[in-house]
């Protein structure tokens, strides 16, 4: 990114904390934001040649980050298996399709949490090209998983502690980002859920191999068992955290809250998947349309009360002093999820007890500080990425303007 420019809104939200500043100026040069405040004063010291872009009665706020995709697989509703059959080249095509789609709903940095081959590695390597429009990418390339284990079919199976310090090194060799690892089963047919995929040691293997290259881990814990043995190797990022026991129900345990909350860990726990929130929302406004049908009023019904056990559980977890500690994540890609709703997570976020103004802050500052790159984007500071997104309607009062955006920067170029 080159050049300068000066964007100019009537309100700013700058991440750093809940409140609204109007009638401010983000002065932008080569892709960095290099001054932010008062309009008057910002365009005081301002060339009078350099473009400016007036978007008006907008809140600029910094881009949304989505800690959780799997961009090389469609969301279409298709099993794991029949994702999986597509080819390579093909699932680099659906990345293409889907970065795009989650770059106009203002989302400006994902986590790509795990594609098969290189294809996660060729999406990060052709958008730095500038073959194609997407928000940055923090790749981890293919998930560590045991054999037979969730996203097998990504091949990158290790078994042992010896096996996954090799995998690390593979991946980080390859160009990891982060490190990835999968500490319990998932929707992978023949896995199990409730059950932990991996001992402690295995665990701390990985975090200690991708510690010494200055990576960071993440690992995917639907079950309780996986949770704890992830707290107690370290792992920095947990996945889902759904307290799941193996008979597939939903408990939560006070002590592993109170382990979680004194080790530090960060949660992303995808809300939008569990829950099916995506159904939720169709029915929700057909019901308010007239045209539910008996049958699908049941649905919705059962939804609901499914939806509130999962909520449950993260109210709870609020009580142990996390909420700072949590991101949101769409886990877009798999089974229905669509790309473009990060939204629909930090609606969800405001259900468990958030407010707006901290499921925004979740979805930015924090996000940035979970994944690493706090130094670099999550707010609208001089010094930092002006990744930049404005939306109709201001994000710490009514979460429901997240789903509005009006136009969306990109190193400071409007990519929408």
Not at 76 to 89: H, I
Not at 163 to 189: F, N, P, Q
Request: hydrophobic share 40%.
């Amino acid at each position: 990114m080159s050049g300068q420019r000066l964007i100019l809104a009537d309100h700013l939200v700058d991440g750093v904390d809940g409140n609204v500043k109007d009638k401010q100026g983000v002065l932008v040069s080569d892709g960095r934001i290099a001054a932010v405040g008062n309009r008057e004063a910002v365009m005081k010291d301002t060339p009078p040649e350099i473009e400016a872009i007036d978007l008006g009665d907008v809140y600029l706020a910094p881009g949304l980050i989505d800690g959780h995709t799997h961009t090389s697989l469609a969301g279409d509703g298709r099993p794991y298996a029949e994702m999986f059959s597509e080819t390579d080249e093909m699932m680099v095509l659906t990345g293409v399709m889907n970065l795009k789609v989650h770059l106009d709903a203002g989302i400006t940095t994902v986590r790509e949490h795990g594609a098969r081959n290189m294809v996660g590695f060729a999406l990060k390597e052709g958008l730095q090209r500038g073959y194609f429009p997407g928000p940055r990418m923090q790749v981890s390339g293919r998930p560590i998983t045991c054999t037979g284990g969730h996203f097998h079919m990504c091949n990158e199976v290790a078994d042992g502690e010896a096996e996954i310090r090799r995998s690390v090194r593979r991946l980080v060799h390859e160009g990891a980002d982060y490190i990835k690892i999968m500490a319990s089963g998932g929707g992978t047919a023949g896995t199990i859920p409730g059950r932990a995929s991996y001992s402690v040691a295995e665990l701390h293997a990985a975090v200690h191999e991708a510690h010494h290259f200055h990576r960071l881990t993440a690992a995917h814990c639907r079950a309780k068992e996986s949770m704890v043995r992830a707290v107690e190797a370290g792992i920095d990022l947990m996945e889902h955290a759904e307290f799941l026991d193996p008979d597939d129900e939903l408990r939560f345990d006070p002590n592993l809250a109170e382990k979680m909350a004194e080790s530090g860990i960060w949660v992303s726990p995808t809300l939008q998947a569990w829950t099916r929130y995506y159904r939720i929302v169709e029915l929700r406004e057909r019901r308010d349309l007239g045209s539910l049908h008996l049958s699908e009023e049941e649905e919705l019904k059962a939804l609901e009360a499914r939806m509130e056990r999962r909520l449950d559980v993260m109210r709870k977890m609020l009580d142990y002093g996390m909420r700072d500690r949590i991101v949101p994540g769409t886990d877009s890609g798999v089974s229905r999820l669509a790309f473009g709703h990060l939204d629909y997570d930090l609606q969800l976020l405001v259900q468990v007890g958030f407010t707006p103004a901290e499921a925004f802050l979740s979805a930015t500052r924090v996000s940035a500080e979970a994944i690493g790159m706090g130094d670099e984007i999550g707010t609208i500071e001089v010094g930092k990425a002006a990744d930049l997104v404005a939306l109709e309607g201001d994000p710490t009062q009514d979460v429901e303007a997240c789903s509005r955006v009006a136009a969306v920067f990109l190193g400071g170029e409007q990519i929408s």
